[in-house]
């Protein structure tokens, strides 16, 4: 086959630009994910090899070889792992972030755009930490490269191919030969980067970042004066004691296993024996991992047998609201030849993902307690996916709400359910929530006016999860959930927090009589567009607003479930009206006093009706129609 060129996508060709040219301090990062990679390479040829020994019966001791030439300025990154074939270099080369591009490059616009206003270079970590959390590690290597080749052979097969690209928007695969399975990465270095040919550059970086790799990293000599030189200790850091492993260690080993670059925020380590025996070395980032939110949500943990590799994206270690959890589980007790696709039946994985979804619940629960401010950052990273098991996984309902966190109307930072609790209303008796999607505009809305009057705490809820958990869960501590946003509210049963409230309120009944006429004819005009029309009790300042009724979907869940096409049908919605806005009341009074059919209460019924529309957010399913009503009324009011 011969030679082929391709063009990358226009917004991957963009964003490598980017790379290549914004991401300007600690360019030494470039090798340590080279390394990375070659090791994950070797591991997975590890297992495959443990059912097809073949694949490695010509080279089965497996290292990493860096080869310097000063004189053609390259630097090889050699390993002998699984390699590549040409629909692997397709797939892994030709593409970069595949679901976070756009998100990589807003999010470096928006570093760039800070460090504009700062002088120095205190954003040079931030921007180095979008390399890990938006997967584009192997790209890192055009910040010091001219061009890249990658010759490479995939164990089994007899083809070997060669990509090459100088970053610059096109790569070329065509067929080539190597002697045996693996993959060298060429890097031709640029000329102001030389420093990364010098023996004692490349010594140090590796040391510094990748001393923990489990193979070998071996740097050639000149086969003269310098003799090989393996640089790392290669020694697996999870096998070695706490006491032996520094804080420098573990964050080395993180970012390695992770391919992050951030500081890990929670580190769980502990080795378990008994009737079964393993170890778990688990990380929490501090910071979101691109891949998040993927539809797959797939788990980042690794799996080995006896310190063999058996498989990344374990799913049966840790449920999937754990996915942002980095880490390895090395196990004693699982066979070395287990498939992947007996794992999910394994019942020895079924206990190690029991014990250690518990030790984690357990450490969180530790940082809420002791470290609130810390703990408000971890949620505010991972609170909506932690949110998701609320609705999926049943036997740790308990403990994930014991360490739930939320905003509320009355809270500056973040609160639990149990201070929630604490802090009712003498009269309540139920936890309410409001869902919305910017927590700021969700404070404005009018159906919370009587809660703030009556000072009742308002759970805030924003994340498109809350719509569905909060109905599956019903309650905590034997107190229920009710949406602020439904019909039957009871604030009348909840105590104020002054004497004149509760007068007000005597008052207000007197008023509601008043308004009956003006609620029967709104029923007349507006006829099936609502499903009831009532005074209210929740609204202290505003003429009316729309609350759903008892049993019907919340609003804001009907609009997300629209904006997903999964839902057509629109609900009426009861409107409910302020007895004692002056608006209400003098509607009411014309009512009253009038003798037959008014058009200006007609018009009035559906303007308020699209008002409360508009305050929520939605549509107006006829904007000529409104905008006709609004002129006419306007014109009438000022002819008057």
Known sequence: MGKETFSFQAEVSKLLDIVAHSLYSHKEIFLRELISNASDACDKLRYEALTKPHLTSDDSEFKITLDADKKAKTLCVTDNGIGMNRDDLMETLGTIARSGTQAFMDALSAAKKTEKKVKGDKNS??????????????????????????????????????????????????????????????????????????????????????????LPVILKGDGKKQEDETLNTAAAVWTRQKRDITAENYKDFYQHVSHMYDEPWLIVHNRVEGVQAYTNLLFIPSSRPFDLFQPERKSQLKLYVKRVFITDNCDELLPSYFRFVRGIV??????????????????????????????LFSELKKKAEKTPEEYATFWKNFGAVMKEGLYEDFENRKALLDISRFRSTKSDGLISLNDYIAGMRDGQEAIYYITGEDAAQTTLSPQLEGFKAKAVEVLLLTDPVDEFWVS?????????????????????????????????????????????????????????????????????DSAVCLVADDGDMDIHLERLLKQHKQLNEETPRVLELNADHSLITKLAARVTSGDGKDPIIDDAAHLLLDQARIIEGENLSDPSAFSRRLSSVMEKGFSN
């Open 472 to 540: 599956s869960v019903g309650s905590f501590e034997e107190k229920v959930f009710k949406s602020a946003t439904r019909g039957g509210a009871d604030l009348k049963d909840v105590k104020s927090e002054n004497d004149k409230l509760d007068q007000l309120e005597g008052d207000r009944k007197k008023k509601v009589a008043s308004v009956e006429p003006l609620i029967a004819a709104f029923k007349i005009a507006l006829g099936e567009k609502v499903k009831d029309i009532r005074t209210s009790e929740r609204l202290t």
């Open 330 to 359: 090395d196990s004693e007790d699982l066979p070395l030849n287990i498939s992947r696709e007996l794992l999910q039946h394994n019942p020895q994985l079924a206990k190690i993902k029991k014990a250690l979804t518990k030790r």
């Open 125 to 214: 970590d931030a921007r180095v930490d979008l390399i890990g959390q938006f997967g584009v590690g192997f790209y890192s290597a055009f910040m010091v490269a001219d061009k890249i080749e990658v010759t490479t052979r995939r164990a089994g097969e007899s083809r070997a191919w060669l990509w090459v690209s100088d970053g610059r928007g096109e790569f070329s695969i065509e067929e080539t030969s190597r002697e045996s399975h693996g993959t060298d990465v060429t890097v031709h270095i640029k000329k102001e980067d030389k420093e990364y040919l010098d023996r004692v550059r490349i010594q140090t970086i590796v040391k510094t970042y990748s001393d923990h790799v489990g």
